[in-house]
C-alpha cells in the first residue's frame, strides 16, 4: 500500500540548513512541522531556542547536528549543547577523512562517544554515500552499526543525491540491524515509493520538497 | 602569502603527508586540513617556517559562539597557530548584526593573540552585503576578513576583493579563498591589498609554477 501525504508526513525529518536560512523561514518551518506533524524538524542551529519553544508539548522531534571531521569530543559538544536546549534526535557525520584513510577503529570510536553522549535519543549516522563506492558503504554501514548508531543516514545533500542503488546497497549490507535514513536529493515521490519498498523508515528533505511530496502522495 | 589547503571530507592521512612534505620543500604560510589531522600536521611541521593552520566551526558558521571559542582553543591546545572561522550567516541574513559581531568576539577572545580570519561568504552575499559583513568582521575584532569557504561552487571575483578592501580600510588584512585558479587572479588581489591567500594545494603549486616561469 503506497505511503500517502499525512504518512509521508510522519517519516518526514523537515529541513531548514542552507547557510543563508533566516528566522523567518524558521518559523516558516515550524508552522507547517506542526501542521502537518513531521517527524522532526532540522533548522538553523542559531534558532535552536526558538524552535525549541515552537515544538514545545507538540509531537515534533527536535533534530540536533553534530558536526563530521572534528575530534570527538568536540562532536559530542555540539549534542550536548543540543541536549541542553531540549533536542531529542542527534545526525552526526561519520569522520570520512579517517574512513577514508582505513582508520576504521577511530571511525568507530568517534561515533561511540555520541552514542554515549545522547543516550537513549535517536542517533543517527550519515555515511556520505555519494563519496563511496559500493563496498565502501557496505563497510561504512557496518561500522555505523558496530558504533552503536539506531540509523545510519545516507547524505548531507552537499555532494549529490542518493540514488535507489545506494539504497540497495545500505539495505543489503544492513540487514535490518538498523533503520534507514535517506536524505540528499529525494525530490519525487516516486523515488521515495521505491526506498520505503528497499526498507527506508525515514526521509531528509527539504521542507519544501517534502511538502511537494505530500501533495503528490495524497492526488494519486 | 599561502595558507596550502586541502579540506575536501575525502582527503586521507596520506594526503596530510604529502602536504607537509610540500610545505618543506615549498615554505608555505602554513597547511590546514580537516580538523582530526591538526595534531598530525602540526607535528608534520614543527620546526619548519610553516605553521598548521585550523578551522573552528562548521561551514555555515552556525553553532553558538562558545562552541566555537571551545574549538578554536582546542585547536591551539593541538598545535595550530592560526584559527579561520566562519561568521555566522543565518545571523547575518536575518539582518541580527549585534549577534554576528558577538559570536566573532567571543572567538577573539578564546585566541588571543593568535591570528583569527574569518570568512564572510562572498559567493551569497550581494555588494552591499559584502561591505557590511567586512565592517561586522572588523568590529569583532578578527585579524583577517577572508572571503570564502570554498565549498560554493562559485569563486571569489576581484571584485568582491575590491569591496572588502574599501570597506576594511586597513583597519584588518584580507584573505583571498574560494576558487582562485590563476596567477592574474592573484596578481590582481594582491593589488587590492591581499596579504594571503588560500588555495588547494594542487592550483596553488600551479599558481607558483607559473609566477617562476614569467
Redesign the interface.
Known sequence: MPVNGTQFAHMLDGTL????????QTRELLDYAKKYHFHCVFG????YPVIAEALRGTDVHFGC?C?????S??KA??AK?GLSLGCNEFDMVI????F????YREVVEDIRVLRDTVGDHILKCII?TP?LSDEEIEKAVELTIEGGADFVKTAVG??GPTTVHHIEVVSRAAKGRIQIKASGGIRDLETVDQMIELGVTRFGVSYQSGLAIMQAADNR | MLDATQIG??????DMEKLIALAHEHHFFSVI?????VPLLAAGVRGSDTIAGSGCC???????GY?KA??AL?SLR?GAGEIDMVM????F??G?YQ?VVEDIRAVKEAVGDHVLKCII?VP?LDDGEIKTAAELVVEGGADFVKTATG?IPQPTTVHQVELIAKAVRGRAQIKAAGGIRTLQTVEEMIGLGVTRFGVSVGSALKIMEAADAR
Open positions: 540548513i542552507h547557510s543563508t536560512s533566516t528566522l523567518e538553523p542551529r542559531p534558532f547536528g558536526g563530521d571531521n572534528q575530534p569530543y568536540i559538544e555540539y549543547n569522520n570520512l577523512p579517517y577514508k584513510s582505513g582508520m556520505e563519496l552537499r555532494d | 571530507s575525502c582527503c586521507t592521512k596520506d586540513g580537516p580538523r582530526c589531522f562548521t561551514d555555515t558558521g552556525c553553532e553558538p562552541l571551545h574549538a582546542d593541538l555566522n550567516l543565518h545571523y541574513k536575518s541580527m549577534e561568504e551569497l565549498t
